[in-house]
């Protein structure tokens, strides 16, 4: 495909800009899905079939993080208010992410009460598995609400904890996740690792004595971690 600069420009820009807005989208039906009592898996399978939408990128979380797509979301605004036009999709992908990622927040505090003082566990810091990368990772954001409200952070990543530190100083940062996870209130789920899918529960119950699992990913069986003595809160899912 050959064309011009502004359109290739255009182009880049809008990639970016409808895969984020389908990670956005699902979100809100994930949300809604939590009121609702509905499943968002299986409303995302059935969307996934219509071949116009396609399975990809209808997987919900606590929001899109990384540098290609806040930025060219961004940059697609910015072109359209340099050229007097108001682009409300784009920013209403913006908007729906950030408060996606302060819905995070909000669950917090809805099943601890006060957040001051609770000890909370973030396992995962960069914005997605294997990448050292906290570029508008959810889990930097969610980490700085939280100390804003008095939480006392531990967190354990496999590879951005380096980045991390110099962005969140006043964390714990532990050597692995169990160390990350004891003694904690609440255990959050930020980035879906693959070692943190073959957490041996056992280990953390025994240091917890009613520790919550929050899993903003829904890696878990929400129904097998509640029978190990678990609170258990997930995403669209009405903690199944």
Aim: aromatic fraction near 10%; charged fraction near 30%; proline fraction near 4%.
């Amino acid at each position: 495909m050959s064309t011009t600069n502004e359109t290739a420009e255009i182009i880049k820009y809008a990639a970016n800009t409808m895969l984020a807005l389908k990670i956005s989208f699902i979100n809100e039906i994930a949300n809604l899905c939590d009121v609702v009592s509905a499943d968002v898996y299986q409303v995302a399978k059935a969307l996934g079939m219509d071949k116009r939408i396609g399975p990809k990128f209808l997987h919900p979380g606590p929001g899109f993080g990384g540098s290609c797509f806040p930025k060219d979301i961004k940059s697609l605004i910015y072109l359209a208010d340099n050229l007097d036009y108001d682009f409300k999709l784009a920013q209403a992908v913006v908007e729906v992410n950030r408060r996606q990622k302060e819905q995070v927040v909000e669950k917090c505090r809805k099943a601890l009460g006060q957040l001051s003082g609770k000890k909370i566990c973030l396992l995962g810091l960069s914005f997605k598995p294997n990448t050292d990368d906290i570029r508008e990772a959810p889990a930097i954001y969610v980490a700085h609400r939280l100390i804003e409200e008095g939480a006392e952070i531990s967190a354990y990543d496999p590879a951005a904890m380096e980045p991390a530190g110099k962005e969140l100083p006043d964390i714990n940062y532990r050597d692995n996740s169990y160390s990350a996870c004891k003694n904690t209130d609440m255990i959050i789920i930020m980035t879906e690792w693959n070692e943190f899918r073959d957490l041996q529960f056992e280990k953390i119950i025994y240091e917890n004595k009613k520790p919550i699992i929050y899993d903003t990913r829904n890696i878990y069986d929400g129904n097998k971690v509640k029978k190990m003595g678990f609170e258990y809160i997930c995403t669209g899912r009405v903690n199944r």
